[in-house]
């Protein structure tokens, strides 16, 4: 598989309906779950004994980094979307939560479920963010509690990516001569 790398005894393990982008780097003590996708331009750097762990139905899109420490493993919830260029390291993310664009979430943090990280907000190291909760800024604070109707939004967001994957799966393919205008 393209862009899937062992590091000495460290080999993702990948769920055969987990999708992964041509260009995306995904290398040692990784585990991808069924329908996970993992996007372009991603880093996914296992090199540590704790393993990187990707939930069922999650999405890592394009340009993300995902990392940890020894001691401080990285696991990520069921029906997860991590935005474009968002950095997570050695942090925990609940289930059905969404981590905008460019957001920075660090060592021993934990997000609940249900959760909006917004777009370029940080999440200093150890930090608790409880379920159902919309957080912003840099440092990241909790300005109110999402509506049944947000967290549905975030449940549709996963499921439209896990259909996106499949689409890509299926239909993507490079182009030795692309057409002219």
């Known amino acids: 598989m ?4 062992a590091l000495g005894s460290m080999v993702p393990r990948i769920a055969a309906s987990a999708w992964i982008a041509p260009n995306a780097a995904v290398l040692g003590n990784v585990i991808l779950h069924e329908e996970s996708s993992v996007w372009f331009g991603v880093t996914i750097r296992g090199d540590q004994p704790e393993p990187i762990t990707i939930g069922a139905r999650t999405n890592i899109q394009d340009g993300a ?12 919830g069921e029906s997860v979307t991590v935005g474009h260029q968002a950095m997570l390291h050695g942090c925990t993310i609940g289930d059905n939560t969404l981590i905008g664009i460019s957001a920075t979430i660090l060592n021993n943090s934990v997000i609940g479920k249900n959760c909006i ?3 370029g907000t940080l999440i200093t190291e150890g930090k608790h963010i409880p379920d159902g909760s919309l957080v ?9 509690e999402l509506t049944e109707e947000q967290i549905e939004g ?3 967001s996963a499921a439209q990516y896990v259909d996106n994957a499949q689409r890509f799966a299926k ?4 182009v030795d001569d692309a057409s002219k205008l």
């Open 65 to 76: 980094v995902l990392h940890s420490d020894a001691g401080v493993p990285l696991t990520i």
């Open 117 to 119: 990280i917004g777009a």
């Open 136 to 144: 912003v800024g840099s440092p990241g604070k909790v300005v109110r």
């Open 2 to 5: 393209k862009g899937v790398y």
């Open 171 to 174: 239909d993507l393919r490079p």
């Open 154 to 156: 975030l449940r549709q």
